[in-house]
């Protein structure tokens, strides 16, 4: 498991290394580490508490105590891969008993059903384990997808959530402090929230809590005590979702972030296989599917007149879609153009790249596959 070593504060604090000033950078380094040994980790943590928690009648410390414990070290457990159903069948089997709007897998109710292939942590649980103070930077879900987290426990954690309408604010906040929003570490200040006007709901999330995170809310969340979540992506087949998680897509692309969801390839399983009642949702599909069709329309068209030829590819059940090697946009239309370099030893060595940085890479030759939906 994936392993973010971060430093105790309290959860309304965010220092620098030296703990002189208060800033927005959230700072960790990774390592990995085995499941069991992360849970004796938890073990010896929660046996560290209870004998602080004995020792200290009145429950409070003092100053100098609180420093102390800000500058622990500690260790949080992330993305752990629960996908596997022979190995976690127990525990996906109970993930069935909730109501289907957010279970995993209910095509009825999940655009993420519908990508045709695994998004770790999207369209599969991840888990992730805690101790005291660990804790998840701000961000918004992939695509601005929904999102489900479960407290499985013991412990508690507290959440900080602003409405997406304030997203922009914080994204200049973000560029104010030299951080990026969309790929950043970043732990907002209170107070400097407060003064920009930006309201921020915060709740406590106790063992067996349920908390349904919607389309492009920000969010961090800090661990109170012990304990351990599992958290997945879901998406109402809804316009409004449909929309957020477009707009998203179209941004990624302006800022050079890969889209996790390859939109286009979504849009067009959609319309193959779901009925949809809602107009404002039949009327957006349609809109990105011309626009995709129109897209590859014109690229054949080109590739004709250039005299390149184009080869039928396919696509294997549950692969996923292609992203272009130099500007990470998703491949998701139905054409890749695979570029071929010759190395010292005589070994052909193929990249994937959209046509645009086709047109502009250095290569002996390049192929043109066309992808089936």
Known sequence: MEIREQVLQ????????????????????????????????????????????????????????????????????????LSDKARWHVQL???EKLPKFIQVACPEANLLNYVG??????????????VPGCRTPGHQENNNFCSVNINIGPGSCEWFAVHNQYWGAIHTLCEKHKLSFLVGSWWP????????????????????????????????????????????????????????????????????????????????NLARRVRCMDHSLVTQLKDVLESSFNHCQALLSSLKKANIPVVWHGRVKGESSPCCANCL???????????????????????????????????????TLVLGH
């Open 189 to 268: 200040i209170l107070e400097e929230l407060e003064r920009h006007k930006i309201p921020v709901y915060r709740f406590t999330q106790c063992k067996g809590d349920v908390v349904w995170i919607n389309p492009g809310t920000v969010h961090w969340v800090q661990a109170i005590s012990v304990c351990n979540n599992i958290a997945w992506n879901s998406g109402p087949i809804t316009a409004h979702q449909f929309r957020m998680a477009w707009e998203r897509y179209l941004w990624n692309k302006i800022q050079n972030v890969r889209s996790i969801v390859p939109m286009v390839h979504l849009s067009w």
């Open 117 to 130: 292939h695994t998004i770790l942590g999207m369209n599969t649980v991840q888990l992730y384990m805690k």
């Open 329 to 367: 946009v998703c491949i998701t239309a139905l054409l890749t153009f695979l570029l071929s370099n010759v190395s010292s030893s005589c070994r052909m060595k193929c990249s994937t790249f959209c046509l645009s940085q086709a047109k502009t890479t250095s290569t002996l030759c390049f192929a």
């Open 10 to 81: 309290a959860p309304d604090e965010n220092w620098d290394p030296t703990f002189r000033k208060q800033v927005w950078r959230c700072e960790s380094e990774r390592s990995e580490m085995r499941i069991h040994q992360y849970a004796e980790y938890q073990t010896s943590v929660l046996k560290e508490l209870q004998e602080e928690a004995h020792l200290n009648d009145c429950g409070d410390e003092n100053t100098a105590s609180g420093r102390k414990r800000r500058k622990k070290q500690l260790k949080f457990g992330t993305n752990v891969d």
């Open 93 to 95: 089997t109970e993930i």
